[in-house]
């Protein structure tokens, strides 16, 4: 059963990683609006109809908002080391940088290991998936949930979509395609496609062709 995770909460702070400078920080006004809307798209790609595999969409301000400083830091921070905080790649990257890394943007790991465990002790959640640069967040839950519990839970990561550059586009960085028409349209998003440098051509065609893998790698051969 998925449990979409919107991030009302997180979202108010924004994730250091894959990004060389802070992140503008979001009211609360344009945050509601921003979960509505992946509200409505995620109808179209998981399916919340009653039933015992029904998808819930959950918000983290709901749970995270409530928490005192003190709380927090008694309950998470006590079980969260600083030395596997540091060995980031995202916080190592930003800490050599020129512009450093805030408290508010190093604190981020600490709100999303929470997550996985408010998910895993309120609805059961045993698995995170999420985007590769998000592998340090999630075995922080998975660490969290260790500590506190003596109990186990799982992360799963999928390789992120990249530009040919390398640099990753998505839903604040630019060049971002969007699956809502209104702000990709029809038109644009074919040409997105149609306009891909070469060399992504193998890429994109193994990650999002709906065709048999081995007829994918065939068509590749072909193309080269």
């Known amino acids: ?23 503008n920080l979001l009211d609360k006004e344009t945050l509601s609006s921003n979960v509505a809307s992946i509200s409505k798209q995620l109808q179209r790609l998981l399916d919340f109809e009653p039933g015992p595999y029904a998808a819930k969409l959950v918000n983290n301000a709901d749970w995270t908002e409530p928490i005192g400083v003190l709380d927090f830091l008694r309950e998470v921070g006590k079980y969260v080391s600083i030395n596997q905080m540091l060995a980031k790649d995202s916080v190592r990257s930003r800490l050599d940088g020129d512009g450093g890394l805030s408290f508010t943007e190093f604190s981020y790991s600490l709100l999303q290991a929470n997550d996985f465990l408010h998910l895993y002790q309120h609805h059961h959640v045993e698995l995170q998936a999420g985007g ?15 500590r506190r519990t003596g109990e186990h839970a799982h992360a799963l990561t999928h390789p992120l979509v990249t530009k040919s550059d390398g640099a990753k586009f998505g839903k604040t960085a630019t060049g971002a395609v969007w699956l809502d028409p209104e702000k990709t349209s029809p038109y644009q998003f074919r040409q997105f496609w149609v306009n891909q440098d070469d060399s992504m051509v193998p890429t994109y065609l193994k990650m999002f062709s709906l065709r048999p893998i081995d007829e994918v790698l065939a068509l590749i051969v072909e193309h080269e």
């Open 1 to 23: 059963r998925p449990v979409p995770l919107a991030g009302g909460a997180t979202g108010m702070i924004g994730d250091p990683s894959g990004r060389s400078e802070e992140r």
């Open 132 to 146: 590769s640069d998000q592998w340090g967040n999630i075995v922080a839950g998975v660490d969290l949930i260790r």
